[in-house]
């Protein structure tokens, strides 16, 4: 059982360039969210979704788009890279809304 | 008040020491609280959910003041490998009042030394 697996790992960004990274999870988990942690900070919540076909902004969407085309898939896609987005990436599932996350490994983004 | 709100720490201990972190959250109609630990340049991991009547896990335990809107988690004979960021987590609400998503502190840091 692998939970969630984003790639990937590390990646260094040019400013202007855009990536998508990737999240899949096999738990059937219907909510799936992505998270940015920056140094020292907390997490804070970019996008979520609730279901296949369904996304919603979270607390810092600007500069980022998804999409959940499929239960176990939800990709993170920037657009423009800045320096801003120098952070880690950080996907989770559940089942329900407040029912624990269980958290990918973590993309590390560096914008230079 | 912020929705979740921890001492940042660092808490530094000798082993085997008990070392009690708290955390108070904004929205009195929350239901659902956790612990997650965060090791250095890991991702969160469930440590343990937090029960109205308190829970045990071993040499951690939980506890939940609805009143007071306060966490507690208190970990005991601390060891090395304890050495973490302990984020609390409580969830959010919906404007139609459901149960909404998590909300993470920003952490509190333990560091055990020998």
């Known amino acids: 059982n692998a939970g969630v697996t984003q790639t990937p790992k590390f990646r260094i960004l040019k400013i202007g360039q855009s990536m998508t990274l990737q999240c899949t999870q096999d738990m059937n988990h219907n909510y799936m969210y992505w998270y940015r942690q920056d140094p020292g900070m907390g997490l804070k919540l970019i996008y979520y979704s609730v279901g296949a076909g369904i996304t919603d902004k979270g607390e810092v969407p600007n500069g980022y788009n998804v999409s959940r085309s499929t239960t176990e898939d939800f990709p993170l896609r920037l657009e423009l890279a800045a320096p801003s987005q120098t952070s880690v990436y950080f996907c989770?599932?559940?089942?329900?809304?407040?029912?624990?996350?269980?958290f990918g490994s973590g993309t590390r983004l560096t914008v230079v | 008040r912020k929705e979740v709100e921890q001492d940042p720490g660092p808490f530094n201990v000798p082993e085997g020491a008990t070392v009690a972190f708290n955390c108070t959250y904004s929205n009195s109609a929350s239901q659902s609280f956790f612990w997650y630990r965060q090791d250095c340049r890991k991702e969160p991991k469930l440590l343990m959910s937090?029960?109205?009547s308190g829970n045990e896990d071993g040499r951690f335990t939980a506890q939940l003041n609805r009143a007071s809107q306060y966490i507690s988690l208190l970990i005991r004979d601390s060891k090395l490998s304890d050495s973490a960021t302990y984020l609390c987590v409580v969830n959010t609400l919906n404007y139609g009042g459901s149960q909404g998503n998590l909300i993470f502190g920003k952490g509190t840091k333990l560091s055990v030394k020998p």
């Open positions: 937090v029960y109205s």
């Open positions: 989770a599932s559940s089942p329900t809304a407040s029912y624990g996350y269980t």
